[in-house]
Every structure is written in C-alpha cells, then in structure tokens.
C-alpha cells in the first residue's frame, strides 16, 4: 500500500515540507537540497538489507550486491578526495568523530585540542556537554580578535598541553583553513610528546568546495579527514572517514584501527540505502559541473557577505572565503534569536548562532549564521544576491531593538510576547509573499 494510504498523516506532513522547502529561501550553511537521483537510491529496497561487517567479511548471507555497492562508494571517495582509504559506514558526523576518537585515544587519558565552541567549533572536538568532552582530556583554542585563527597562538598551546588529537576545522568559520600550518603544528608536538599526534580535518562543511577546487584540500598535511556527505557536497546525511599516505606513514595500522571502532565498536550494520546515495553523491561530485557549482556557492558568499556590509552588519572576520557568513547582530540592536526567528517569518531561513565571546546564551545568542549551498543549488547567481541581502536588512530593520532580557525570568515572558507580535509583522508577511514569488522562479531540481 502507499504512503498515502496507509498513513495519510505523514503523507500530508512530508508534502507540506515539500511546499515550505519549495517556498523559502533555505540559507542554513549545513542544508542543501539532494539530486533526484540521491533520493531514489535514499529510498530503495537497500533499506530492507541487513550487512554487518565489510565487503566480503559479513556476518549475513545474501550480500554479494551490497558488497558491490559500498565498494563502489569507496572507490569513488578515494579517487575524489585522493585518498589511500575510506570508510562509508558512518551513519552521520558525530559518530564518525566518535569512532576515530575510539580507535586511537584512551578515553579519561588521552587529550583532544579542538576548536572552542564558543569561537565556531563543533560538539565534537571537546565541548563539555558532548560526549568528546567528558570522556576525554580536552583543551580548546580560540580564535584571535579578527576573528581569524591564530596558527602561532595554537602551536603554543599544543606544545604546552600536548594532545593525542588535534581537530582542525569548523561550524562556523568562514575563512580558508591554513592546513599545511596544522600539519607543522601537530609534527612538532608529536615529536615533544614522543609519540604520534594525530591531525584529524573535519571537513564536513568544506568537502564540497574541496573538490571543486576552492579550498585547499587537507589531504597532504593530515592524518585523518572525517567529513559528513550532505551540506556543500549535496549527498545524503550520512558520513565518511578517510586516512591519508600521511597518516599511513605514522600508523600502518591506523586503518584497520578505524575499520573495528566503526563496527563492531561503536555501531552495528550501516544503512545500504545510505551507501548507495552517498555513492550516487560523489559520482554526482566527479562531474564537471559540480566544479561550477562550488565555485558559485562561494562567489554567492562573497557578494551577500559585500551587500551585507554595505548595509552595516558586522561580519566575523570582515567577510567569508567559502560557503557561510557569521554575523553578530548587536550593532544592530537585535538578537540572534530574535533575527532567526523574524528571517523565518519572512521566508529567509538561517539560524541563530553564537558569536566569538558571546555574553548571551546559547539559545538566545548574539549572531546568526546564513550560507549558500541551498540557493546555489537553485540556480541562484550574484545578482540574486544582491535582493536577498536587502530583504535580510529590512527584516532585520524591522525588528530593531528587540533585544531579548538578560535575565531567565524575563526571557520566558519576552519571548511569548514576541513570538506572537513578529509573527503577525505585515512588513515581514509581505516580504515572506515576494520571497515566494522570487522562489518560484528557480524551482528546485
């Protein structure tokens, strides 16, 4: 039976998404729209498969087409990426950081320098509330008063606190990541330490423009390169874990070593309908085309981040080198929240985020983060841009001084209040029917 029919709730929910995904301008830096052809192996009879273990060592019989499968996606990655080995199992971002963390670290012993959180780092690389920060050592570095990373500033706390792990890469950071100065970092405090330090490049948001060429690939200068396969390299969620000559060289081992965290240490059979996807995905990511397609995203961040200025936001770092721009909104008299939620209203739908030395909480911080993989995917160029950045600024106008109370008492009644006032906003539900109408004309494909 179909959907339709068996469950015509969900059915509606899932077309309902459809028309809001069609309708707004989806501008969250880690969202992008799949190719019809991910979603058709996303959703094929693969689902039904059960394979635990690797190609040709499964512990389930009737695997020859699924060995086929995920040796294929392995094949496409190492030739993309220019890599020696490759892990597809991975079921999303955070385990697969997890499970590197498994293969090579002692938890409650060993150390991981990590990106602040606070500064644009991920859960994963040592933030307290995260699993990376309470079963291991952690220590985090910071960016400088640009809001630019200060390569001198970590190699003096990697030498002093001497981590097994040093993860390089970002959530929020719009700047071009200074690889070859990490590898130098994490070579002379492996030989301070005695014993490997391993670089480990989380290039989750970046993978997309490291194929298609405008960012430097990691691949030289690193040990590791774990990255997720949606956001700029337009695949499924999902995740791969790859080890570079490099890393060889340090540790023969270190792939069967990440082979037995992902299974049987830290999960059991993948998702085949994930593999095929992901395999779909980088096949996609091989085409000339896509080499097009990244280049656009970032020149579409050049030019909102430009506009944006013009129109007196302030930027982190001054501007973007990639596919995200970070803003504080406090020169604005607005908070992040408050934007996030005013921006959605009006069919622009970004996120709020915290800002380097924030004073406000994570929910309620002081900036938002807006990128372009989505809107590229479109078919949106420069001068799209150019109108996007005047909606975002009369939004943003429009809410100005609407700043959320310090204290949590005070929050709670605000927030109430504002949630129903900007919801009824006229200006912002005008601009939400030209975002519509706008969208409508680069339909998603």
Not at 62 to 82: H, M, P, T, W, Y
Not at 88 to 95: D, F, H, L, M, R
Not at 334 to 343: C, E, F, P, R, S
Not at 393 to 408: C, D, L, R, S, Y
Request: charged share 25%.
């Amino acid at each position: 039976m179909s959907l339709k029919t068996i469950d015509p709730k969900i059915f509606e929910l899932i077309k309902q998404e459809e028309v809001r995904q069609k309708e707004v301008l989806e501008m969250i830096p880690s969202e992008n729209y799949t190719s019809v052809a991910v979603m058709e192996a996303l959703g094929s009879v693969l689902t039904n498969k059960y394979s635990e273990g690797y190609p040709r060592k499964r512990y389930y019989q009737g695997n020859k087409i699924i060995d086929s499968v995920e040796s294929l996606a392995q094949e496409r990655a190492q030739k993309l990426f220019g890599v020696p080995y490759v892990n597809v199992q991975p079921y999303s971002g955070s385990p697969a950081n997890a499970e590197i963390y498994m293969a090579l670290l002692e938890p409650l012993k060993d150390k991981i320098m990590g990106l602040s959180i606070a500064f644009g780092g991920h859960l994963t690389h040592g933030s307290a509330v995260s699993f990376s920060g309470k079963y291991f050592k952690t220590v985090a570095y910071e960016l400088n008063e640009q809001g630019l990373l200060d390569y001198d500033q970590i190699l003096e706390t990697a030498r002093a606190e001497k981590p097994k792990i040093i993860v390089c890469g970002a959530t929020a950071y719009p700047r071009i990541i200074d690889f070859k100065k990490f590898g130098e970092i994490a070579d002379e405090v492996g030989v301070l330490a005695g014993s490997p330090t391993y670089l480990l490049a989380d290039i989750s948001h970046i993978a997309g423009l490291i194929v298609a060429g405008v960012h430097p690939s990691p691949v030289p200068f690193v040990d590791i390169i774990m990255t997720t396969t949606h956001k700029t390299l337009r695949g499924p969620r999902g995740a791969m874990i790859m080890v570079t000559e490099k890393g060889l060289a340090k540790d023969p081992e270190l792939s069967d070593k990440i082979d037995k965290a992902v299974f049987p240490g830290f999960q059991g059979g993948p998702h085949d309908n994930q593999t095929a996807a992901i395999a779909v995905a980088l096949e996609e990511a091989s085409l000339p085309e896509f080499k097009k397609y990244g280049q656009q995203i970032v020149k579409n961040a050049k030019t909102l981040a430009d506009e944006l200025v013009k129109f007196g936001f302030d930027l982190i770092s001054g501007g973007t080198d990639n596919h995200l721009i970070l803003i504080d909104l406090t020169n604005k008299k607005v908070n992040g929240a408050v934007g996030a939620l005013a921006l959605e209203v009006a069919g622009i739908v970004i996120n709020k985020n915290a800002v380097p030395k924030d004073s406000m909480p994570p929910f309620y911080p002081s900036g938002i983060r807006l990128g372009t993989p989505a809107i590229t995917t479109r078919g949106m160029k420069e001068k799209e841009m150019v109108k996007i950045a005047a909606w975002i600024n009369a939004v943003i106008t429009q809410v100005h001084g609407e700043q959320v109370p310090e204290t949590k008492e005070a929050r709670s009644a605000f927030w109430k209040i504002f949630r129903a006032k900007v919801r009824e906003n006229e200006s912002l539900l005008k601009i939400a029917g030209e975002v519509k109408e706008f969208c409508s004309k680069y339909p998603i494909s």
